[in-house]
T-cell receptor
């Protein structure tokens, strides 16, 4: 069965600094990978997704993620963090059959002035 | 276009009480899902529906029932609430069944069972 690991529970980044959130997955075939963001008191919003093609994926709000099959990773990056990026970020993997997403436990991003 | 809406936003129940959470979507999506979110555990799928009149069990279905009588609505019921069901519940919908499809989430219902 597929699984997702987000090893960092909390991360604090200074405003304007770069960001990388880690995600490792376990899945036998080619995975379908997603990053969602949850702002306080809100539902989840899709940032980006990967299922084939270019391994560097661009998303909304200036985020990007890189799929590395050899490392079973799909890390999320942003070159310059804004205070409004403070939120919880979830990595998820979908199977090739019916779309039942498996979510990681999330990483909470804090942005310091 | 409201997207996915959930009713109520917050509810407190006593152990043994019942309640129904309502999810509505106006995007004409076929697929709908109910998740629960607990600290340190991410989101876990409770039940899902692949179309009007259909339902199926997800990862953690025990203690919950669902119904999809209309395409736009997906109801989650708790017949006899337990403290272990204290959680934040999210509804989501997607247009198709492919693994690449985007799921659209509602704002959540926070449930406290005393």
């Amino acid at each position: 069965a597929q699984s997702v690991t987000q090893p960092d529970i909390h991360i604090t980044v200074s405003e304007g600094a770069s960001l990388e959130l880690r995600c490792n997955y376990s899945y036998g075939a080619t995975p379908y990978l997603f990053w969602y963001v949850q702002s306080p008191g809100q539902g989840l919003q899709l940032l980006l997704k990967y299922f084939s093609g270019d391994t560097l994926v661009q998303g909304i709000k200036g985020f990007e993620a890189e799929f590395k099959r050899s490392q079973s990773s799909f890390n999320l990056r942003k070159p310059s963090v804004h205070w409004s990026d403070a939120a919880e970020y979830f990595c998820a993997v979908g199977n090739t059959g019916f779309q039942k997403l498996v979510f990681g436990t999330g990483t909470r991003l804090l942005v310091s002035p | 276009n409201a997207g996915v809406t959930q009713t109520p936003k917050f509810r407190v129940l006593k152990t043994g009480q019942s309640m129904t959470l309502l999810c509505a979507q106006d995007m004409n999506h076929e697929y709908m899902y109910w998740y629960r979110q607990d600290p340190g555990m991410g989101l876990r799928l409770i039940h899902y529906s692949v179309g009007e009149g259909t339902t199926a069990k997800g990862e953690v279905p025990d203690g919950y029932n669902v119904s999809r009588l209309k395409k736009q609505n997906f109801l989650l019921g708790l017949e006899s609430a337990a403290p272990s069901q204290t959680s934040v519940y999210f509804c989501a919908s997607s247009l198709g069944q492919g693994a690449w499809e985007t799921q659209y989430f509602g704002p959540g219902t926070r449930l406290l069972v005393l």
